[in-house]
């Protein structure tokens, strides 16, 4: 028994502790995703880049562009959006686990193609970018309030905020899961 | 001994590791009802041959929320989730609504998978009569909206020029239920509305009156079809409702009538102009049948709705009447406070 016990402890202190440093990943298999040095953002799998992935056709209409303040003005609004909706404990878990960065500008490249202020939309249709996330109606409710507050802190007219919404109100078909 | 001590410490270090590593999967079950569900995404995921191992762990910690709604036979009990607005306000026979015609929204501030209540009180003030009703509505889901209003009717001065007494008042119980058969208020097909069937189940209690009056029924049950739409790229809001019934004056004054007048078809107009998240002006229109030969008129109405927080709107309005039991040029102010959770 005790010499059982000896021999084990012998065994375990032989034991080599793992180096420091051991890269676990890839011991696991994991592979890393590195951000781009550039834009920051994480790589996604290739898909075919087309502005019909936006969800909507474009509005035409100089003042709506000009509600918005210009293009600049649009993806603040984008950005500010995402920032509180990572902040809003009712959907920041949806957030959390996702690439903001290049939220912040597919979501505003999204804005400003569908206001017609000139933009290509390069991200994904809206079925496979919110595919696996499980989103309700009222985690849809508590985005389209953050984008109101983001559209108001920017002095966009009321009635231009509806036209924007307008655009994304259909997409909860392709949006909404459950 | 040295060695049998330190073997006891790593025994009991690797112990302590085994029984921590059970926590990481609790951690990771308890936001499971946030989480995607899995078989779902078997229907509408792209890639169904995806590898499981690509998927990132989950993140979130659970957090014990204090203010975390009660959750009843699986309910969100009075956890609000709808945009302002978009449970209406109350119409006079206690439903979800404009002010006079009932809508194809749900009352309550709850989303799917949620309970919601809502409450009311309404004043009119006519030149020669007043309205009171208050009532109680039970929001379930997106799906289920029921609704109980009394309403009260004061005759004033008319009461005694009628012969039935000075002051006299009609009472009316409305038992409203309404179901949400397809689409939504906001979101979906632009030309696709929310669409309800519903019924008003109305008790006068004022049985051997009305009937003296010439109303065949004291109760009776009016059956309704609701379409309501916001058109966000005009911040309006459409509706229109189709009534079958036999309601004399709402049902303060019976049903039918004796000489056997009995159900019609009658409709409810609402267009409602969105002013900003809070607030929202409009105009109603509703047509009525006469039944009795009183002169039961169409009413129709010009109102202001401010949601004053996110549980309270308030409901003002300049209706018009038209005659009431034979006196003309009932137009007033119409008063209304709901409280929605």
Sequence with gaps: MLLTLTASAVLMLLQQAPAEGTDWDAEFGVEVKQRDPVTGELPVDPYEQSNANAGARPYDSARLVDDFGGREGIARIAARTVELSEADPRIAAIFASHDTVRLKRTLGEQFCYLLGAGCDYTGRDMRTAHAEMGVTKADMNALVENLQVAMREAGVPFAAQNRLLAKLAPMSREVVMR | ?341
């Design chain 2, 1 to 341: 001994m040295t060695l049998a001590a330190f073997s006891f410490i790593a025994i009991a270090g690797a112990a302590v590791q085994i029984a921590a590593s059970p926590a990481p999967p609790r951690n990771a079950l308890a936001p499971v009802p946030e989480a995607p569900p899995l078989l779902a995404q078997g229907e509408a995921g792209p890639n169904p041959g995806r590898d499981p191992a690509s998927e990132p762990p989950p993140e979130v910690e659970p957090q014990p929320d204090p203010d975390e709604p009660p959750r009843i036979a699986g309910f969100d009990v009075l956890a609000g989730g709808k945009l302002l607005l978009t449970n209406g306000v109350t119409t006079v026979e206690g439903s979800s609504g404009g002010g006079l015609a009932r809508w194809a929204t749900i009352g309550g501030r709850q989303m799917a998978g949620g309970i919601g209540l809502s409450g009311h009180a309404t004043a009119i003030e006519l030149p020669d009569y007043g309205w009171r009703s208050y009532g109680v509505m039970l929001g379930i889901g997106d799906r289920v909206e029921l609704s109980y209003a009394r309403a009260d009717f004061d005759t004033r001065d008319i009461g005694a020029l009628l012969g039935i007494g000075q002051g006299y008042t009609f009472n009316l119980d409305t038992f409203g239920a309404k179901l949400r058969m397809t689409g939504d208020l906001v979101y979906g097909q632009t030309w696709l509305p929310q669409i309800a069937v519903g019924i008003e189940h109305k008790r006068s209690r004022d049985g051997a009156l009305v009937r003296a009056l010439g109303a065949a029924d004291a109760s009776g049950t009016d059956y309704t079809l609701s379409a309501t739409k916001l058109l966000l790229a005009r911040s309006l809001l459409v509706n229109a409702t189709l009534r079958y019934t036999a309601a004399n004056e709402l049902g303060l004054l019976g049903f039918g009538s004796a000489a056997g007048a009995g159900y019609r078809l009658q409709f409810e107009g609402s267009l409602g102009y969105q002013l900003s998240r809070r607030a929202v002006v409009g105009a109603e229109y509703r047509t009525k049948p006469d039944n009795l030969g009183l002169g039961d008129d169409d009413w129709l109405d010009v109102f202001a709705a401010y949601s004053l927080t996110d549980n309270l709107t308030l409901t003002a309005a300049y209706v018009d009447l038209g005659s009431i039991a034979t006196i003309p040029g009932q137009r007033g102010g119409f008063l209304s406070a709901q409280v929605a959770f």
